[in-house]
């Protein structure tokens, strides 16, 4: 199996060319897109064909040719009480009920969100297949994932994102490249395994 460091991305490098403070959101809507499909690109033995595609806060760059997500990026909310949200809850039971079925999925895998549920992020194109002690945080490596979307649930207005890395033809990557910046801090990126 290929590690995460074939197709991740030297952010620490790029953050020192740039010569001001750096502000994941403006950079992801310039710079960071060209980058993640730059990267995505070498993943992929077809060409590509990237759409850009907003939903509320979060915007996805999404591959026509596999039928997945390159990233998914935006700035948080807490509208999780919204009713909107609410009605989405038995939506979500649904999809969660047949997912594993759905998809042929194994059960060590749980239906992931790019983007929390909780502060913004959606279904469809936003759901992936996550490994389940990563999801539920019952590991070690699970632990500091859910500290870091807990994190952008106790400061409103991160800039966050989610890149999932792939080396086959499927939509289930085998590592999620996870970003958050919360407002006026450093930004904190980390790569979890997901196979």
């Keep these: 199996m290929k590690a995460e460091s074939d197709y991740s991305i030297d952010y620490n490098a ?9 502000n994941l959101g403006l950079l992801a809507v310039n710079e960071l897109s060209e980058i993640w499909i ?4 070498k993943q992929s033995l077809l060409s590509p064909s990237i ?10 760059l999404w591959d026509e040719t596999y039928e997945r ?3 998914a990026y935006g700035t948080s909310s807490h509208n999780s009480q919204s009713p909107k949200r609410i009605r989405e809850k038995s939506r979500i039971a649904y999809y969660y009920r047949n997912f594993i079925s759905r998809y042929q999925i194994n059960t060590a895998t749980d239906t992931g969100h790019f ?9 469809d194109m936003n759901l992936f297949p996550q490994k389940r002690d990563v999801n539920r945080g019952y590991s070690p490596e699970g632990i500091a994932y859910r500290k870091m979307e807990s994190s952008v649930l106790d400061n409103p207005g991160s800039f966050l994102f989610s890149r999932p890395l ?4 499927t939509w289930q990557p085998f590592y ?5 910046q919360h407002p006026g ?6 790569v979890f395994t997901n196979t």
């Design 115 to 123: 983007i929390a549920h909780s502060f913004g992020g959606g279904l």
């Design 14 to 22: 790029f953050f020192k060319v740039c010569t001001q403070e750096v």
């Design 176 to 180: 999620i490249e996870y970003g958050v």
């Design 166 to 169: 792939y080396y086959d033809e």
């Design 38 to 41: 730059c990267s995505y690109s």
């Design 69 to 71: 997500v390159v990233v």
């Design 51 to 60: 759409l850009s595609i907003t939903l509320e806060d979060f915007t996805f």
């Design 185 to 190: 801090k450093t930004p904190y990126i980390r």
